[in-house]
């Protein structure tokens, strides 16, 4: 499982025109999934993403998570995270994970984090989505289950 966290002051996602979700300060988080993941790995992806520390405290230090800021989430699932380039010019996709599990673990992971913070918006599901932010930093972070699942 990955996650391309992205600090923002403001995100949207639209689909055909109309935004399916938006936030404030907070994370948009684009979520891919692999073969190999579990709701085990999403519990632990989950639980590091809102450990992660990254917002700033009074002195301008990175210290601050998720809850202390009272921060927000947008989730978008994004099988692109899984793109092998090694060979040739055009990605293949062999490693994310088949639309039906990655679509249930990419809800699994919306309803964790409702049980963690206020406001969780979400893009589409499988929709050609698109995405805007204002990246505050800009700062951006990627987490890797091969990392934190050791």
Do not use: H, W
């Amino acid at each position: 499982m990955r996650f391309l966290i992205q600090r923002v002051s403001e995100a949207s996602v639209s689909v055909d025109g109309k935004i399916a979700g938006q936030i404030g300060k907070g994370f948009l988080v684009f979520v891919g999934v692999s073969g190999s993941d579990t709701e085990e790995t999403a519990d632990k992806m989950v639980r590091k993403l809102m450990g992660l520390r990254i917002f700033e405290d009074e002195n301008g230090k990175t210290n601050l998570d998720m809850k202390s800021v009272d921060g927000s989430l947008l989730i978008i699932s994004q099988f692109t995270l899984y793109a092998d380039c090694r060979k040739g010019n055009r990605p293949s996709f062999v490693n994310a994970g088949d639309p039906q599990k990655a679509e249930s673990l990419y809800r699994y992971i919306i309803e964790k984090c409702r049980q963690e913070i206020r406001i969780v918006e979400e893009g589409i599901f499988g929709a050609n989505m698109k995405v805007s932010l204002l990246n505050d930093g800009p700062f951006t972070v990627i987490l890797d289950s091969d990392e934190i699942c050791r």
